[in-house]
């Protein structure tokens, strides 16, 4: 019996269609990945299924009793309760105290919390925590069907292994968005599409790398059937052109009064060449047109690196990161290199982005110096992010930052995506992934030549990670990255991997190494 059916689902807001004609079964147990490129509707149906947003048209039936466990995208959490408290409540669960505080501590555990006590207010939690609380209440809801939007935001690859760890084993049917490839990759056996033209939904089975090369292939057969149909068509109308023009030609042709036979012969000929034509004609009419590959513009990046004269190089000397009376590395100590790629790894909490505003500049050092080179022009996505000016319109934004011309920036914001109207609403109105976009159009605009990239696949769906990922092959500056996304890390080619643990950075042979370490942890 299935848990879900839903029925030709309709949903608009004003004359923009988001859901067309929408149709699915969830069974117990189905493992299932929403997909589809920015705005298509993802979220909008994950919401409808949770009734917090009703269909235009069509039905949703779920099966009476079942118990539903919904992660949204945005995880602001503001409770003065303490963190046992929030997860007793989130939970709803009958289970005793002595089930239930075991459950609690294996979750709590899994997601790197075990040393965090459990009366401490859920408000005084980092942000990355306050994530990881919220998942875990709803995962200890024993829900039978959880519709994640966005899980594996803000945790660190630990939580995240034992995330996917914990979803492959459960029994509970999964509807889960995400931009991470790889955990889509680990966890998902079918794949809902939204199709971005038609607004319907596309179903296929296999993991999210299977969808992806299957998809690569309809494209490439759906492109040669429409060109050999085109070649085909234009053979077959040219060839009629000809014969229409024989036919003409053959039907005026005169001679003279002894060549009867052969006028008669030629009118005849060209009786049978306007035959045929009309044939061919008819036959090009009656063919089911194979419609042209409708391909959206693949979204790019265009990133120059400055080359403005002065050194270019990072060093940090005995650098102690930090706050006067909390957290504090120990002294730290490296250089980058102009042109090199340096990935920071770490638990949340580590001090990672702390460490990133300290070499930066926006935090200042407690003991020890940063040397920052004289030609270095920098774009921080985590920085900008926090100091956005929400009111301003993305023109304004751009016109005070790089250009003086309104249709300069026009034309920079067009090329990352944006549509007139967007560009004239206030950037507080853009999702978090429209800012990121933003951002790195404002750093494509400004030739940035370090970029330094928190977790940057929070924000940026896979269509703009994937453009990020392809400026990054050919980008000549450098690059700092804080990040747990283990594709968009292969991607990256880094040159020295640091963890950051105990307040103490170290080299660490490559990424991959630490986890592979994290994941033998949780065989």
């Known amino acids: 019996m299935s848990l879900i059916k839903a029925e030709k689902i309709n949903k608009s807001y004003g004359l923009i269609d988001v859901l067309l004609d929408i149709s699915f079964t969830i069974e117990k147990g189905n493992k299932v990945a929403l997909v589809g490129n920015n705005g298509t509707g993802k979220t909008t149906l994950l919401k409808i299924i949770t009734g917090t ?219 049978a060449s306007g035959s045929k034509a009309k044939t061919l004609e008819k036959r090009v009419d009656q063919m089911e047109k194979i419609e042209k590959p409708i391909e959206r513009d693949l979204f790019k990046i265009s990133l120059e690196a400055d080359k403005k004269p002065g050194t270019r190089d990072i060093r940090l000397i005995n650098l102690i990161a930090g706050y006067t009376n909390g957290f504090k590395t120990k002294p730290v100590s490296f250089e980058l290199i102009y042109g090199n790629r340096v990935g920071i790894m770490g638990l949340n909490g580590s001090g990672k982005s702390t460490l990133l505003k300290t070499i930066t500049g926006k935090l200042q050092s407690l003991e020890g110096k940063v040397e920052f080179g004289s030609g270095l022009r920098v774009g921080n996505m985590m920085q900008e992010h926090e100091t956005l000016p929400k009111d301003k319109t993305l023109l304004e934004f751009l016109n005070e930052r790089v250009y ?64 990020l990922e392809e400026t990054l092959k050919t980008y000549k500056g450098s690059v700092l990255i804080v990040s747990h996304d283990r594709y968009f890390l292969e991607q990256a080619s880094l040159d020295t991997t640091y963890l950051l643990a105990d307040g103490a950075l170290t080299r660490i042979p490559d990424y991959k190494a630490y986890v592979e370490g994290i994941e033998n942890n949780h065989k």
């Not at 669960?93 to 009366?119: A, E, V």
């Open 53 to 271: 947003e009703e269909p235009d048209s069509g039905s949703i039936n779920i099966l009476k009793g079942i118990k539903i466990g919904y992660l949204p995208q945005d995880t602001s959490l503001v409770t003065e309760q303490t963190i046992e408290e929030y997860l007793r409540i989130t939970a709803e669960t009958t289970d005793d105290d002595y089930d239930f505080s075991h459950r609690m501590n294996l979750i709590l555990d899994g997601f790197g919390l075990k040393d965090i006590d459990i009366s401490h207010s859920v408000s005084k939690l980092s942000s990355g925590q306050k994530s990881k609380v919220i998942l875990a209440g709803i995962l200890l809801k024993g829900a039978d069907l959880l519709l994640l939007d966005e899980p594996t935001n803000n945790l660190d690859l630990p939580a995240l292994i034992w995330l996917e760890k914990f979803i492959k084993e459960t029994e509970s049917a999964c509807i889960i968005i995400s931009h991470d490839r790889r955990f889509l990759d680990r966890v998902v056996k079918r794949i809902f599409e939204i199709d971005w033209v038609t607004h319907s939904l596309n179903i296929t089975n296999g993991t999210y790398s299977d969808y992806i090369e299957n998809l690569k292939k309809k494209l490439h057969h759906q492109k040669e059937e429409y060109e050999n149909q085109k070649g085909e068509m234009e053979r077959l109308l040219k060839r009629a052109k000809e014969m229409k023009s024989e036919s003409n030609q053959g039907a005026k042709w005169e001679g003279t009064d002894n060549d009867k036979f052969l006028r008669n012969f030629k009118r005849d000929q060209a009786g």
């Open 404 to 467: 003086s011309d309104e249709q300069d920036s026009y034309v920079q914001l067009a090329k990352f995506g944006f549509n007139e109207k967007q560009m004239r609403r206030p950037i507080g109105d853009l999702s978090p992934g429209g800012r990121a976009r933003l951002l790195l159009s404002l750093f494509s605009a400004q030739s940035v030549n370090l970029l330094v990239l928190d977790e940057p696949t929070n924000h940026l769906d896979i269509e703009a990670l994937e453009a």
